[in-house]
């Protein structure tokens, strides 16, 4: 229960790899945290303090959860995965339906609870194709998403949802807060199974190869993404919750790499030497990178550690649950970019 004095907190989405350190980031500042999802945390137990488990398209299972106003409400539940998952075709309704479901009953249950306003967390999928076709001069400024036209069905649910959270802001008075996450990594996070990230994808390739071998690269490596480490990612999401502006923003950072320098960083890590093996697979855009402009000028904050401070950190967790899986001991779980 809630004590008079502390502040309470729902996490929809927690038993997932961003919602887990977003749980533990919000006890660490003292709040009472409820966590909500489908499953428990796969690799290690969830510090909430109540932990429910159920299915946020049901609306009557939403009515259950939000029974109370709550200080902060982040909304990071949705169908996802890697570029396996999501680029493929093969999982679009399902994404489509499911995770506009959980959006369309979180708003209204919280909108009738009088919460003042929820977090949500949207995506860089939501920009134009057409505005990241060069690897080197992607357009990822929040102004450019329209006139839309993003490169999956996923990027499309994301984008209205974006809208549903705008639309209730306007209707109902709401301060929901809206973020484009872009390729956030780090430890517990999803390493083996179809919806891994690029980074975790490679360190798993890289920890199981021996020195001397080589990995294989969906395409030419040559596709660039930048990729922030969750604890910034946590730090910006925070940071927009608690300010006067709505966005959307992106969070993410600007230090843009291609896969291959990826690769060759996490080798570097790894202290071994690779040979990269190109073969066809799902790509998405050919560049993305987030334009920080914006959270800048708004909160006076953009993300500052380095992608090898994360890398090394993930690696080095990732490398563990490999042994691990050799060792025959369960842990539970293609590729790559978003």
């Given at each position: 229960?809630?004590?008079?004095?502390?502040?309470?907190?729902?996490?929809?989405?927690?038993?997932?790899?961003?919602?887990?350190h977003?749980?533990?980031?919000?006890?660490?500042?003292?709040?009472?945290?409820?966590?909500?999802?489908?499953?428990?945390?796969?690799?290690?137990?969830?510090?909430?303090?109540?932990?429910?488990?159920?299915?946020?398209?049901?609306?009557?299972?939403?009515?259950?959860?939000?029974?109370?106003?709550?200080?902060?409400?982040?909304?990071?539940?949705?169908?996802?995965?890697?570029?396996?998952?999501?680029?493929?075709?093969?999982?679009?309704?399902?994404?489509?339906?499911?995770?506009?479901?959980?959006n369309?009953?979180?708003l209204?249950?919280?909108?009738?609870?009088?919460?003042?306003?929820?977090?949500?967390?949207?995506?860089?999928?939501?920009?134009?194709?057409?505005?990241?076709?060069?690897?080197?001069?992607?357009?990822?400024?929040?102004?450019?998403?329209?006139?839309?036209?993003?490169?999956?069905?996923?990027?499309?649910?994301?984008?209205?949802?974006?809208?549903?959270?705008?639309?209730?802001?306007?209707?109902?008075?709401?301060?929901?807060?809206?973020?484009?996450?872009?390729?956030?990594?780090?430890?517990?996070?999803?390493?083996?199974?179809?919806?891994?990230?690029?980074?975790?994808?490679?360190?798993?390739?890289?920890?199981?190869?021996?020195?001397?071998?080589?990995?294989?690269?969906?395409?030419?490596?040559?596709?660039?993404?930048?990729?922030?480490?969750?604890?910034?990612?946590?730090?910006?999401?925070?940071?927009?919750?608690?300010?006067?502006?709505?966005?959307?923003?992106?969070?993410?950072?600007?230090?843009?790499?291609?896969?291959n320098?990826?690769?060759?960083?996490?080798?570097?890590?790894?202290?071994?030497?690779?040979?990269?093996?190109?073969?066809?697979?799902?790509?998405?855009?050919?560049?993305?990178?987030?334009?920080?402009?914006?959270?800048?000028?708004?909160?006076?904050w953009?993300?500052?550690?380095?992608?090898?401070?994360?890398?090394?950190?993930?690696?080095?967790?990732v490398?563990?649950?490999?042994?691990?899986d050799?060792?025959?001991?369960?842990?539970?779980?293609?590729?790559?970019?978003?």
């Amino acid at each position: 229960m809630t004590t008079r004095n502390s502040r309470s907190a729902l996490v929809c989405g927690a038993g997932g790899f961003i919602g887990g350190h977003l749980v533990k980031r919000l006890k660490r500042e003292g709040f009472w945290v409820r966590g909500v999802d489908l499953k428990l945390p796969p690799f290690s137990e969830s510090q909430a303090d109540d932990f429910v488990l159920g299915d946020l398209r049901a609306q009557e299972f939403c009515r259950e959860v939000v029974d109370r106003r709550f200080d902060e409400v982040y909304q990071l539940a949705a169908d996802m995965g890697g570029a396996g998952y999501i680029f493929t075709g093969e999982h679009d309704a399902d994404v489509m339906h499911n995770s506009a479901t959980i959006n369309l009953n979180m708003l209204e249950v919280c909108q009738k609870r009088k919460i003042r306003g929820l977090f949500y967390s949207s995506s860089a999928c939501i920009y134009p194709e057409h505005n990241q076709t060069d690897p080197d001069n992607p357009n990822c400024s929040e102004e450019s998403a329209y006139p839309a036209a993003p490169d999956s069905e996923y990027g499309w649910e994301k984008l209205f949802s974006e809208r549903l959270y705008a639309a209730y802001n306007r209707n109902y008075q709401m301060r929901n807060r809206v973020a484009r996450y872009h390729n956030i990594f780090g430890p517990e996070g999803t390493w083996d199974g179809g919806k891994e990230k690029a980074p975790a994808a490679v360190c798993r390739k890289v920890a199981k190869a021996s020195n001397g071998g080589e990995i294989e690269i969906w395409g030419d490596g040559s596709q660039t993404r930048s990729f922030l480490y969750v604890d910034e990612c946590l730090e910006g999401t925070t940071r927009l919750t608690r300010s006067d502006f709505s966005g959307p923003v992106n969070i993410g950072s600007e230090e843009m790499v291609t896969i291959n320098q990826l690769v060759d960083l996490v080798s570097e890590i790894a202290g071994k030497k690779l040979t990269k093996k190109h073969i066809p697979g799902p790509l998405g855009v050919r560049g993305r990178n987030s334009d920080n402009r914006l959270i800048y000028q708004k909160l006076g904050w953009k993300p500052s550690a380095s992608l090898r401070s994360g890398l090394e950190k993930t690696y080095e967790w990732v490398e563990m649950q490999v042994r691990k899986d050799r060792g025959h001991i369960q842990v539970p779980g293609h590729e790559e970019v978003s």
